[in-house]
């Protein structure tokens, strides 16, 4: 699909609680955790770069933000922001992206832009199917009405994938991750 037709969602809201708090300002390689994902995608031409953040969210340069309110709202409610802002772009799909994500390389975006069919796609790491995820528009109002701090797991699972390495698909969620991934950039 031509990335012209795709909003992209980065969810940026995370309380962090794993880590300690403030994880996505965390430096891994010498910048803030999320500008790693963020540069990554912020070089494909999305129709629009969404990202939903907190207020100690580290600024994230040529992203149009929605502060997730209230801060300490669930995942769902992340998504429903994203979801409706990429709605009012008139897009056909949107890709959901995670800023805790760091090593997903670009190679993986733009395969996953190639294989959509215009329905589902996620990735699929070691233990099961996860985010990077691109969902058509006939998902997006089961998207915004999820509900709790989970994801959008429940509608992938028969969903097609597309496979993360290891350290790509590693989500930052303790120091010891952010440690392991400035492991993985080192080798």
Known sequence: MNPDRVALVLLAAGRGERFGGGK?????????LAHHASDILSAIPFAAHFAVIRPDTPPLPGYRTIMLDPPG?????????????????????????????????????????AQFDGDRLAGLGPDSV???????ARHFAALAGLAGDRGAGSLLRDAPTIALHDE???????PDDLARAQDWLDS
């Open 73 to 113: 709202a669930p995942q769902s409610r992340s998504l429903a922001l994203g979801i409706a802002a990429a709605r009012a772009c008139k897009v056909d799909a949107v890709l959901i992206a995670l800023a805790d994500m760091p090593l997903v390389p670009r190679s993986h975006f733009d395969a996953m832009l």
């Open 24 to 32: 996505l300002a965390a430096i891994l390689a010498g910048k803030p």
């Open 168 to 174: 790509a698909a590693l989500d930052v969620d303790t």
């Open 130 to 136: 996860m985010p990077p995820a691109l969902f058509g």
